[in-house]
């Protein structure tokens, strides 16, 4: 059973950073930290509560890439190329989760043969 917190709590993490970094702060650091963590934390919940937690949040993560409500962006901004960040800031985000996903997966496939 996936877990509907686990996935709102990263899902949630991941938007704003995408608002900070539209609003122009640096988030590398910080984004590159909460990655591993939702990586670490989605296997605990694998193991814990059942499949798919890292799978599920990319999806979420992917459905909350096209919402765009205008309030986070710069003051002057076209609300459609701020759109367009928001998009692609958040679809690297749910790559980089898949890919990290992938490479366990793969990692463990290695291990057993």
Same mark, same amino acid.
């Given at each position: 059973?996936?877990?509907?917190?686990?996935?709102?709590?990263?899902?949630?993490?991941?938007?704003?950073?995408?608002?900070?970094?539209?609003?122009? &702060?640096?988030?590398?650091?910080?984004?590159?930290?909460?990655?591993?963590?939702?990586?670490?934390?989605?296997?605990?919940?694998?193991?814990?509560?059942?499949?798919?937690?890292?799978?599920?949040?990319?999806?979420?993560?992917?459905?909350?890439?096209?919402?765009?409500?205008?309030?986070?962006?710069?003051?002057?901004?076209?609300?459609?190329?701020?759109?367009?960040?928001?998009?692609?800031?958040?679809?690297?985000?749910?790559?980089?989760?898949?890919?990290?996903?992938?490479?366990?997966?793969?990692?463990?496939? &290695?291990?057993?043969?």
């Amino acid at each position: 059973m996936i877990v509907e917190n686990f996935i709102r709590l990263y899902a949630h993490d991941f938007s704003q950073m995408a608002g900070r970094a539209e609003m122009g &702060q640096d988030v590398d650091d910080a984004l590159a930290r909460r990655l591993r963590d939702a990586d670490n934390h989605a296997q605990v919940m694998d193991q814990r509560k059942g499949k798919g937690h890292l799978t599920a949040l990319v999806a979420r993560i992917r459905e909350e890439a096209s919402v765009f409500n205008g309030r986070v962006m710069r003051n002057g901004a076209d609300p459609a190329e701020a759109a367009a960040r928001r998009e692609a800031f958040l679809s690297d985000v749910a790559d980089t989760l898949e890919n990290l996903r992938a490479a366990r997966k793969a990692e463990g496939q &290695q291990a057993h043969a």
